[in-house]
């Protein structure tokens, strides 16, 4: 069965820097556009950043241009989030997810799901 693992979730200093983690298994990684998001409490989850098959190309939230990275290594199944200058705002449950649709920015578009990971940036 599909599975997404996510990690490297963890406490910060504003400013610092984290570099998420997610392993799949159960499907042909390599095929698939993987994106991630967030959900901070009280707020609906947000797109963060996707990539796709071959990695060629990526896309951003606006909230995080210039300061994420999201690369894929498809020989280890594994998408990463690299993420540095790191803010409060930043705060957050990471999800990796798996993109089935068309939209790449709309959650409705991705139909397997990670547990996620907590990042908690500190002012």
């Known amino acids: 069965q599909v599975q997404l693992v996510e990690s490297g979730g963890g406490l910060v200093q504003a400013g610092g820097s984290l570099k998420l983690s997610c392993v799949a298994s159960g499907f042909t990684f390599s095929r698939f556009l993987m994106g991630w998001f967030r959900q901070a409490p009280g707020k609906e989850r947000e797109f963060v950043a996707g990539i796709i098959w071959s990695g060629a190309d990526k896309y951003y939230g606006d909230s995080v241009k210039g300061r994420f990275t999201i690369s894929r290594d498809n020989a280890k199944n594994t998408v990463y989030l690299q993420m540095n200058s790191l803010k409060p705002e930043d705060t957050a449950v990471y999800y990796c997810?798996?993109?089935?649709?068309?939209?790449?920015?709309?959650?409705?578009?991705?139909?397997?799901w990670g547990q996620g990971t907590q990042v908690t940036v500190s002012s």
């Open positions: 997810a798996r993109f089935r649709g068309d939209i790449y920015y709309y959650d409705k578009n991705y139909d397997y």
